[in-house]
């Protein structure tokens, strides 16, 4: 079967997702192209007998007829004629944009007749990704609220006194692949499973494969407590009569306690061992204050439940690992 390619290219011609096709081409450029720079920036801090330095002036514009200006850049004309050459051109770029494309205005929106599929804007569709696999508490108020603050903390909890002011990869793996596995492979990805992936009934449709709203998913999601049998069945003869019709609501509550537990245990750990790897990695985290510590190991565990969760409905069909009364999980 080719595939449905009409039904792609009007996805990825609509005014909505022009960004996410620009994202496709411009995201893998600039990832290349950083670490392009910061490898040469580590071969020349090895052959200068690890001057860091150097890296700052290797790459810099050079007066020929001043020596003193050997290693300083100014900010005129440097600086300036180049931000004013890309202010002119990102002016051009949009208003051609602006011009050849139709803002994404629709007709008046009828209660009686709900879209299908319903997407928010490109830029919240990782959010709407992500209530796929949690409660709308955490996916729509707890992670976006520790994305914020965990950017608002990388400064403070950042113990690594180089790469500033130039790339670099040697010195700064933790730190790239960190970003790298949080921006690039969660956040990025999930805006574009929701933007080419997620159809009607925002059911899973491979590229190319036609939308079909009619189409019924057969797949059946248990929570964790279901797979083991939780039915507090056990816990009913140690409660008063009176009281055991909440024996199932208590057994399920008491249960999902423990997986949390073993997950954030192991993924601490886990993030210990990966933290205290290597003996540059080492050097900075015997640099670290406790707090920095557990900051950033609890920061890295929360983003680590991403994928888990992801992995955890997609592969073995599980809704929610902990399931109480007042939240899930």
Sequence with gaps: ?????????????????????????????????????????????????????????????????????EREVHTWPYLMRVEFIAAILVTVLLMVWSITLNAPLEEPANPNVTMNPSKAPWYFLGLQEMLVYFDPWLAGVVFPTLIIIGLMAIPYIDANPLGNGYYTYKQRKFAIWTFSFGFLGLWILMIIIGTFIRGPGWMW?????????????????????????????????????????????????????????????????????????????????????????????????????????????????????????????
Aim: proline share 6%; charged share 15%.
């Design 1 to 69: 079967m080719l595939g449905n390619w009409h039904q792609l290219w009007e996805i990825a011609a609509a005014p909505d997702n022009v960004p996410i096709v620009g994202l496709l081409f411009v995201m893998p450029f600039y990832v290349w192209y950083a670490f392009r720079q910061a490898m040469e920036n580590d071969r020349l801090i090895t052959a200068l007998e690890g001057d860091p330095a150097a890296a700052k002036t290797a790459h810099r514009k050079v007066e020929p007829w001043h020596p003193k200006w």
């Design 205 to 329: 449709f491979w590229p190319t494969e036609t939308w079909d709203a009619q189409r019924v998913e057969y797949a059946i999601n248990r929570n964790l407590d279901q797979i083991f049998m939780i039915d507090g069945s056990w816990l009913a003869y140690l409660m008063p009569a009176a009281n055991r019709g909440y024996a199932p609501i208590l057994a399920r509550t008491i249960f999902g306690i423990f997986p949390v537990t073993l997950y954030f245990v192991l993924a601490g750990y886990a993030c210990y061992v990966m933290m205290n790897s290597t003996g540059f990695a080492r050097k900075i985290f015997a640099r670290m204050s406790l707090l920095q510590i557990v900051t950033t190991s609890l920061l890295m565990v929360l983003m680590l439940s991403l994928p888990v969760k992801i992995i955890l409905r997609l592969v073995f069909r599980i809704k929610y690992v902990w399931v109480t009364p007042w939240f899930t999980i």
